[in-house]
């Protein structure tokens, strides 16, 4: 499976700034994915990221909040912007390893995560 | 719309007992079942999963997880529980016809105690 680097892997920030999240994957992917992860809570998917078109984001994501890039296929960025303590989350990026046309019965790998403190 | 549900936040085992880690779901169609597990300061690691056939599927670390149909569930399960099995348990749920994104249940943490 592919394995992914993420950084930070934890920033405190202040309110109203902004933070961009890096994905560096081993191997070139389709399609990459991510996550939120509030404190005590279950991961919610922000946006799916494809290389080459817009990311598609999930109910209650917008893309002035959290706009992604997807130069190629094999790195993502996430920038988590104008930030408040409710934006305090770890966020993931996944993946599906291999390019399209794989079987949705595909493992998604994860990153370690990106910690976020918001003050 | 697809959902899955974990019914327990947290469950306490003894070292060597059985464990079971609750998961039941529902997707319009026929599904594709993950359990996932995180350690702390960690990503999530994959487990096991349910595409089709036997439904008893084996995975990693001695653990499995048994489907079944007819009540909706895919709980997780290992014969005998070790501390180092103290984490943080996703049940996850793909349906066939959208796409390639988990949709995860709330997680349980799981305690094993010597």
């Known amino acids: 499976s592919a394995v992914i680097s993420q950084k930070p892997s934890r920033d405190i920030c202040q309110r109203g700034t902004s933070l961009t999240i890096q994905c560096q994957v081993d191997s070139q992917v389709t399609m990459m994915f991510w996550y939120r992860q509030q404190p005590g809570q279950s991961l919610t998917l922000i946006a799916t990221?494809?290389?080459?078109?817009?990311?598609?984001?999930e109910s209650g994501f917008v893309i002035d909040k959290f706009p992604i890039s997807r130069p190629n296929l094999t790195f993502s960025t996430l920038t988590v912007s104008n930030m408040s303590p409710e934006d305090s989350s770890i966020y993931l990026c996944?993946?599906?390893?291999?390019?399209?046309?794989?079987?949705?019965?595909?493992?998604?790998?994860f990153g370690a995560g990106s910690r976020l403190t918001v003050l | 719309a697809q959902s899955v549900a974990q019914p327990e936040d947290q469950v306490n085992v003894a070292e060597g007992n059985p464990l079971t880690v609750k998961c039941t779901y529902s997707?319009?169609?026929?599904?594709?079942l993950f359990w996932y597990v995180q350690y702390p300061n960690r990503g999530l690691q994959f487990l096991l999963k349910?595409?089709?056939?036997?439904?008893l599927v084996k995975g990693s670390y001695g653990f499995e997880a048994e489907f079944n149909k007819s009540q909706t569930s895919f709980h997780l399960k290992k014969p005998s529980a070790l501390v180092s099995d103290s984490a943080l348990y996703f049940c996850?749920?793909?349906?066939?016809?959208?796409?390639?994104?988990?949709?995860f249940g709330k997680g349980t943490s799981l305690l094993v105690t010597p």
């Open positions: 349910y595409i089709t056939g036997d439904n």
């Open positions: 996850a749920v793909r349906d066939r016809n959208s796409g390639y994104a988990l949709n």
């Open positions: 990221a494809n290389q080459g078109s817009e990311a598609t984001y």
């Open positions: 996944s993946v599906v390893s291999g390019l399209a046309g794989g079987s949705g019965a595909n493992v998604l790998t």
């Open positions: 997707v319009s169609g026929n599904p594709y």
